[in-house]
């Protein structure tokens, strides 16, 4: 990752810059990322289709800022099987 440490106090506008790298760098891997503050910490929110995913953003966010990270809470959003009665392709032959 090509991201710039950022070792400064995080204010609400940083934040938001630290959120739009971190994006940047993920290319809609994580959709509707969020990043807030609690106890000294980030908190990173979102929604993805893999694990793999998930670890990015949390090390996309190490990669810009020297802040710990409190929780990953990205989800990791599952799809069914192919062929099986929750996919939207496959008609249901009751």
Not at 75 to 85: D, I, M, Q, R
């Amino acid at each position: 990752m090509n991201l710039k440490l950022n070792n400064d106090p995080v204010i609400p506008e940083s934040l938001a810059h630290i959120e739009t790298l971190v994006q940047r760098e993920l290319r809609g891997r994580v959709r509707a990322l969020r990043l807030s503050m609690r106890d000294g910490g980030l908190v990173l929110e979102g929604t993805t289709d893999s694990f793999y995913c998930k670890q990015l953003g949390q090390h996309a966010v190490m990669a810009v800022t020297a802040l710990p990270i409190l929780a990953n809470d990205i989800v990791v959003l599952s799809k069914p099987p192919c062929g099986t009665s929750d996919s939207p392709n496959v008609k249901d032959r009751g």
